[in-house]
Nanobody, 120 residues
Framework: QVQLVESGGGLVQPGGSLRLSCVAS????????MAWYRQAPGKERELVAA???????NYADSVKGRCTISRDNAPNTVYLQMNSLEPEDTGVYYC??????????????WGQGTQVTVSS
């Protein structure tokens, strides 16, 4: 099973920026999709951004133009750069990997989450 560990969350003022990191226990280039979700208090978990093995990216309308999902030179790390943060961006951010296994077919694995709080 792939293990995902998120980091980079914290308290930031409105208009500020954060870069979240997700480190996987194996190369993310073997995975069909890497995604970031978030869950605000009292809300269901929602997709923020996703990137496929082929390089296609998708963003929630609420973060388009403010967030970028990317990989660094290490093939096991995916980032979510968030700029111009708003209080509505507050929530626990989760990394998720979708990949195919011979034993189980396509599976999705969640990280443990990292808290993002946007407040003055």
């Amino acid at each position: 099973q792939v293990q995902l560990v998120e980091s980079g969350g914290g308290l930031v003022q409105p208009g500020g920026s954060l870069r979240l990191s997700c480190v996987a226990s194996r190369s993310i280039f073997t995975m069909n999709t890497m995604a970031w979700y978030r869950q605000a208090p009292g809300k269901e978990r929602e997709l923020v951004a996703a990137t496929t093995r082929g390089g296609t990216t998708n963003y929630a309308d609420s973060v388009k133009g403010r967030c970028t999902i990317s990989r660094d030179n290490a093939p096991n790390t995916v980032y979510l750069q968030m700029n111009s943060l708003e209080p509505e961006d507050t929530g626990v951010y989760y990394c998720k990997a979708y990949y195919y296994t011979v034993a189980h077919g396509e599976v999705g694995v969640w990280g443990q989450g990292t808290q993002v709080t946007v407040s003055s």
